[in-house]
């Protein structure tokens, strides 16, 4: 209970927390940013760690004049990518005899089965989709890498897509984050950012669950 207290006080207040850290040790803070985002994009083991609201407050701690804008997104497309890559290449080393694991404390099957349906659903344009879609986007380069989908195309929907996530939201952040309405309501607006981050899933959750209780009357 201790660490669930911790992991959503770190969620609500993060913009607390990231300002702390860069008053106390300055440039690293970019560091720090590049471990999470990559760890979140290329490591099926830690799919919960903070993604879009990451990158809204820390535009909004650069629009504040801590961070430069330009560093932190460069920084941040960076990891994307770095991990977008180690989650391909290991999908494609280990191949179809991932979908053959147990569920364990560290690896949940359905998030992969989730994965690989969005990516039978959207093809190529996935790697771009799910740059929004918290866990889908931590396992669809894995998925990518397991079908084996050739790396060129993968890597050029891959670049677009970091490109995207990280600009806009950070640009978001960065206009608006320190705006009164905003900076004085920010944990509302964290719970937002992370409440329609997961509505795609919650929505294709339910229609799953209707679509398996259709069949036995089918």
Known sequence: ?????????????????????????GVWVYALLFVIVFCETGLVVTPFLPGDSLL??????????????????????????????VNYWV???????????QRSRWFNPAHLR????FYERHGGKTIILARFVPIVRTYVPFVAGVGAMPYGRYLGFCVLGALIWVVSLCLLGFWFGNQPIV???????????????????????LRSRREARAAPRA
């Not at 913009?15 to 008053?23: E, G, I, P």
């Not at 650069?62 to 991990?83: P, W």
């Not at 309501?185 to 509505?199: E, K, P, R």
């Open 183 to 205: 900076k004085n309501n920010l944990t509302a607006v964290i719970l937002i950012i992370v409440a329609i981050s997961v509505s795609p899933g919650f929505f294709a959750w």
């Open 114 to 117: 989730r994965a690989s349906e």
């Open 1 to 25: 209970m201790e660490l669930l207290a911790w992991f959503w006080d770190l969620v609500v207040r993060l913009d607390v927390h990231l300002a702390d850290f860069v008053q106390e040790h």
């Open 56 to 85: 809204f407050v820390a535009g909004a701690v650069a629009g504040a004049g801590d961070m430069n804008i330009v560093a932190l997104m460069a920084t941040l497309v960076a990891a994307a990518l770095c991990g977008d890559n």
């Open 91 to 101: 999908g494609r080393y280990i191949g179809p005899r991932v979908f053959q694991f």
